[in-house]
T-cell receptor
Framework: AQKVTQAQTEISVVEKEDVTLDCVYETRDTTYYLFWYKQPPSGELVFLIRRNSFDEQNEISGRYSWNFQKSTSSFNFTITASQVVDSAVYFCALSDDSGGGADGLTFGKGTHLIIQP | NAGVTQTPKFQVLKTGQSMTLQCAQDMNHNSMYWYRQDPGMGLRLIYYSASEGTTDKGEVPNGYNVSRLNKREFSLRLESAAPSQTSVYFC???????????????FGPGTRLTVL
């Protein structure tokens, strides 16, 4: 069975601080994909990144970076020099190969990130 | 491109009433999904449709039915609404083919449903 754990329910930091959001996953499949989504206060879900299980390279996109470690089943997300606009709920999600990938995402419960000015 | 659209945006029902949530996508995606989001619970999959003509249960299907009307449209029906179905409902679509690369899902704006 798939499972995604985001142990940090809420994180509050002051603007310009760096912050890391943790994500730990469980799956029996060797082929799987991990995703991060952002949900700002307006409520829509915004796709941030997709990573497959065969690619452990870390990725950087501007102030955002992702650290994928299969050894610890983790896919952590770091925001560098945080800004107030980063305030949102962030979801980590998993899709494995049990349903061929078309059977939906398993989401973590989300981390509410608050950036204080 | 409108992406994924959902109607209505808000709805209030009384216990026992029925209603259908509509979802449409204009990205020619094969797969469509219905999720519900409850406080502190993340998103949970209700039903999905891997391709036109097929539908399957997700994690929390009880109390719901779905119809994949055509490639564009995927509706969710509550036959007899209960207070436990108060939630925000999201529809999503993906260019996902069974056995292929797992592509990202694109989400609609959500429907906020309250059942009294």
């Amino acid at each position: 069975a798939q499972k995604v754990t985001q142990a940090q329910t809420e994180i509050s930091v002051v603007e310009k601080e760096d912050v890391t959001l943790d994500c730990v996953y469980e799956t029996r499949d060797t082929t799987y994909y991990l995703f991060w989504y952002k949900q700002p206060p307006s409520g829509e879900l915004v796709f941030l990144i997709r990573r497959n299980s065969f690619d452990e390279q870390n990725e950087i996109s501007g102030r955002y970076s992702w650290n994928f470690q299969k050894s610890t089943s983790s896919f952590n997300f770091t925001i560098t020099a945080s800004q107030v606009v980063d305030s949102a709920v962030y979801f980590c999600a998993l899709s494995d190969d049990s349903g061929g990938g078309a059977d939906g995402l398993t989401f973590g419960k989300g981390t509410h990130l608050i950036i204080q000015p | 491109n409108a992406g994924v659209t959902q109607t209505p945006k808000f709805q209030v029902l009384k216990t026992g009433q029925s209603m259908t949530l509509q979802c449409a996508q204009d990205m020619n995606h094969n797969s469509m999904y219905w999720y519900r989001q409850d406080p502190g619970m993340g998103l949970r999959l209700i039903y999905y449709s891997a391709s036109e003509g097929t539908t399957d249960k997700g994690e929390v299907p009880n109390g719901y039915n779905v119809s994949r009307l055509n490639k564009r449209e995927f509706s969710l029906r509550l036959e007899s609404a209960a207070p436990s179905q108060t939630s925000v409902y999201f529809c999503a679509s993906s260019d996902q083919k069974t056995g292929g690369v797992h592509n990202e899902q694109f989400f609609g704006p959500g429907t906020r449903l309250t059942v009294l």
